[in-house]
């Protein structure tokens, strides 16, 4: 028999957790010989997980990492009573039915993420908040020793996004962000035709985001706060502003103080691409103009029509526009290639593209085992995500870029090393998030 | 000269007397939420238009700073801080310095007051340090390390002493860590020496951030100082880990000496650290020291730095894998997944030595790692090995050449597809599918002839399909079988080449194939009966139902039969009507149980008022009630709205019947049909139609009602939407973007007379009532029953009204009623799919 060598992730956690004051959880690597039957992990060696943020898109989340076996989840956090109540009873009954004894109630909950991130037995988070809290909660887990999973865009400006990066790769965490449409086959296929020069030299690229039915609103009441629903710490970061229903869950994407419209919501996944793309990931545009239709009464203020542009130092023009079919087009000087965005299907001219190998010797992007399960190999490797927080951020830069450049309506150069405007300091005042004590980056 | 424009723009808006910027400004003083913000917007609008003429803009400054000082309402206060916080200068320091103890507008003052470049933006930020606030406290403290105001740190010091185990305290400690300097350092440095649990982890990650601070200004020796104290082991873990990254920023020179011995310290927290700090060394960095060590760490340490020097691409030795592949499992997996990044073409042969011989995953990944390795050496050391005695390795070998596509192996492949035993054989046939060109097909087809090998045979009639589907022209694809059928007489041959005539699938193909039916003896008909009914699409679906009808044997009924039955199922945007002679037809052929079962599954995808009959006709078996009942239901979901009367007793029975699924389905449906609200639900659909390079918007103009011969048109499936069952919910039953599709409908008026349309679509519409265009609306916009109104006169007894419906993205659907011109109900109409 031979006697394995491998330590287990817990007990490097027991040795470590002896030595050290307030140590948070460390995750580690599953070694084989940690696997349980089947090569499930044994209970004690699965990432442990808590999610701050479970309503729409993080209840999806949650079940896309609960279904991994090798997580455990174990904590939840909502500001809203109701839907942590129901991602709850979600959870608990999913692993009752996978208990012996058919009944399960180890899944905490928490109306204030910061009890969450304080516990010693979570590796990982998964934080799908409104946008304006993505960067104060990211950097607390960052600081707690906590990787994570944080839904697009990375950040609610472009100083947020810079300081997240800054506290992944100070702490050396793992950072997923959510830009999912990354983990298709068939977008990472499109991309690497790009960069292997099947369309010939790119020169521009076309997003097209539309908007759908998502226009307008009338100004809203101010209405009382619902029971169960924690407004002030919902508001969090962002300014004061009194309570109505529409500003807040799914709403608050059409609001300016917590997000940046479609612009950000789609545009970062459709943009992301086009990074991913242009290999551009690590960098941003020298230049940006547009034009955007803001209302100028009711509640909803984010751009509902526009058009905006970028030219890039490699000499790549990239241009959005408020329109169908929802993708990016790559165009070179030998054809094009259009991504769909949610379903990945291609488009191509010639189509005989689509056709093409990639072979062994170009520029391959590698694959994805779907975008939840390549975090959790992260994790276990201390490896690279597939949206990796450099990406992440400077895709998410480039949405708040185009609305900076629309809400002042003058064309703006950038610098993309140092992440600020050139020759426009009003314009750099407009790089940072209000951060409403006693919230901080 | 934009911007001059602009800026006369702003300075003409200022100077309107009295302007429309005075009522804004005086609507803005007594906004409150909830109102109209219009007159912010303008003031918005103005202040942006104003950039560049610095007068209009401290006109504006003032004018903004004067409305709080003057008396305003808290959202206008709020309004005013968010404008100062890009424009603000020096002289609204003061307006927004008396909003800091303002118990809702504090964080907006404090934010305006932080970006404001101002020397007395700073002074208010410290002078308002005295609150008593502690929320307001916090803010103030960070904005004063935000702005890294050096005159700001004995303030803060002094915050912090006030009340050091306080939130205030902490956020003062990383607030003079952000500003840097010495006063700082010395504070930091106090707290961890002297304990305070309450704030200990706050003094951490502020002592990081003030060495990376001095990282940044190049004192290394400051920096590495701190990182040296909180490496310590009694650190946590990830504090460890950014001490141990601190510490390499600082040397780099000496980076890859203490990532090795971090790897070597078999210090978990620090081994991980070091993983991920590989990727980030230099370019050019020395890897050969790691590489090194790789065989001399536990497994953990291994698993790690393999992943990391993977993502490297560090040149990692042949001989180094294959002493770490006698690891456990995990670290041969590792291994593997390395080689592509960081072996040679000496690895394919380690390679192809565990997908021969390995097991599960490890056999998996090492199949997938051999497709993957780079270099066209590697095609030549598989070709080698390929062409060795040990057949497990050489089958492997050949197998993996097909999936790296190695086209230069083709002729080789072909030679021991030729000469060689399987399995080795059958591989290279398989290979072949994938590597031999257009213009191999014909020596593969000579090859196919002569073939001795049976076992390879499936493989070498698939190669040779897919070499002809590498021929651009479609009329050539076929001629090399088609010549070898023509001349060759050997059975087995002829069996193969007919095999491959239904995977090529062309025209001539199947004109080859019809022929070969007159000709060929019973053993070879049923081969070319197996090909017609595998045929890709419904092409031979006639022949096949003449087949099932004057059949040489029962054994060809059945298969023929079977074969027409997938191919018309397949046809499934073809009216119903149109399909349902052949379906007649296949009914009367199905003899057994199992081919009445299959007929009638299919049954249930022809919505027809016919296919009830057809159903009925075929369940006088009890054997079959269930498969009737199912296809029936199946059919009633998609025909509901055109013939709710048939529909409607059909259900009630499958209600009332023994098979739980289909009784709540169909009561389901039931429950759905009384809830149409007058709406119209019998419709015929037909399309999408998209036109290349137009999108819906510019499809509108162009859009005219169908030619019938063409339009195809079948019954619109209703109810999908379960809130709305009235809903023509195209989306769901087409899909679509940038198109449009028609629906179509009759109505029969008793006598002629005035009719309103109640009308809703997402997104555009056009509408015809016989013939004459009545309504025209391009517009993107989500669906509300009754939106658009259309007064329309009906003609005595049978109308025809069309819609245009066109779908821009997101949602595609549509509703219409018919009411009096008042808008109450409009008794005595009908409606129908078809005009009776």
Known sequence: ?441 | MKCLIICALATSLLAQPPSSMDAAFDALKTYTFGQSREALSEIDATVQAAYGDADARAQLEQRLADTILSGCTDDAARFVCRQLAVIGGEASVPALASLIDHETLTGAAIDALERNPSEAAGDALIAGLYTQNPRTKLGLVHALGARGDARAVDPLRQCFLADPRSPVAAAALLAVARIGGPGGRTLIKHVLTDGLPEVRSAAVDAYLVFADGLLVAGDTQGAWAIYDVLIAPAEAGHVRAAALRGRVRCAPEDASGMLLDAFESGDPPLQAAAAGLIRELPEDANLRPFVKRLTSLDAAGQLLLLDALANRRAPVDAAVFETLLAGEEAVQLAVIRAMPACGDERCAALLVDQAATGKGEVKRAARECLSAMPGTKVNAELLSIARGDDVPRAAEAVRVLGERGATEAAEPLMRLAKRAADPVCSEAWRALRNVAKAEDAPKLVAMLVTLKEEAARGNAERAVAATAARIADTERRAAAVIDALNETSDEAARASLLRALGAIATPDALVALRNALNRENEALRAVVVDALASWPDPAPAQDLLRIAENPSNDAERAKALEGCVRLMRSLKDKPAEARLDTFKALAALARDEAEKKRVLAALGDLPALATFDLIDALATDPALEAEAALAALNVAKVVWGAYPEVVNPRLETLAGGLDDNLRIEAQALLDLMPRTEDYITAWRVSGPLAVEGKVATTLFDGAEPPDDATAGWRIMPMGLDRNAPFVADLGRALGGAECVAFLRTFIHAPAAGPALLELGTNDGVKVWLNGALVHALNVGRALTPGEDKVQMHLDAGWNTLLLAVFQHGGDWAACARLRAPDGAPLAGLRTAVTPE
């Open chain 1, 1 to 441: 028999m031979r006697t394995s060598a491998v330590v287990s992730r817990r007990e490097f956690l027991r040795r470590t957790a002896a030595t050290t004051v307030g140590a948070a959880a460390f995750p580690y690597i599953i070694p084989a010989s940690a696997l349980g039957r089947d090569g499930v992990p044994a209970p004690s060696e699965r990432i442990v997980m808590g999610c701050v943020g479970v309503g729409g898109q993080g209840r999806h989340n949650m079940r896309g990492f609960m279904n991994l076996p090798e997580t455990h989840m174990a904590a939840l956090c909502d500001v809203d009573a109701a839907h942590l109540a129901d991602a709850r009873g979600e959870v608990e009954s999913f692993y009752a039915d996978r208990a012996a004894s058919g009944s399960y109630s180890g899944c905490d909950g928490y109306n204030d993420f910061r009890e969450l991130l304080a516990r010693d037995d979570i590796d990982a988070v998964m934080i799908a908040t409104p946008d304006h809290w993505h960067g104060v909660v990211s950097i607390a887990a960052a600081k707690a020793g906590k990787d994570m999973y944080c839904e697009k865009p990375l950040a609610n400006s472009v100083a947020e996004g810079r300081a997240v990066v800054n506290a992944v790769k100070r702490y050396r965490r793992v950072l997923q962000t959510g830009s999912h449409e990354r983990s298709r086959d068939n977008a990472r296929y499109a991309c690497e035709l790009v960069r292997n020069g099947r369309i010939g030299k790119l020169h521009t690229i076309e997003v097209n985001l539309p908007i759908d039915n998502h226009g307008p609103i009338d100004n809203q009441p101010v209405m009382p706060v619902p029971e169960g629903f924690d407004y002030d710490l919902w508001l969090g970061p962002a300014p004061w502003e009194p309570y109505t229903e529409k500003r807040c869950h799914f709403h608050f994407r059409y609001i300016l103080d917590y997000s940046g419209g479609e612009v950000t919501d789609r545009g970062a996944h459709i943009i992301d691409l086009a990074q991913l793309g242009n290999g551009t990931d690590h960098t941003g545009p020298i230049d940006v103009s547009g034009w955007g239709d803001f209302p100028k009464d009711g509640l909803f203020n984010t751009a509902m029509n526009y058009k905006f542009e970028f030219n890039y130092a490699n000499g790549v023009h990239m241009v959005c526009e408020c329109k169908g079919p929802r993708g990016v087009r790559f165009i070179g000087d030998k054809g094009w290639v259009f991504i769909h965005i949610h379903g990945g299907n291609l488009e191509a001219d010639p189509e005989s593209l689509l056709r093409e190998v990639i072979g062994p010797d170009e520029i391959r992007l590698g694959r994805s085992p779907g975008h939840h399960k390549d975090f959790i190999n992260a994790v276990k490797t201390r490896g690279v995500t597939m949206a990796p927080p450099e990406a992440g951020h400077r895709t998410a830069s480039m949405c708040h870029l185009a609305n900076i450049a629309m809400r002042l309506g003058r064309p703006l150069r950038w610098d993309p090393d140092h992440e600020h405007f050139i020759d426009d300091p009003e314009a750099d005042r407009m790089l940072c998030a209000s951060m409403r004590a006693p919230w901080h980056i």
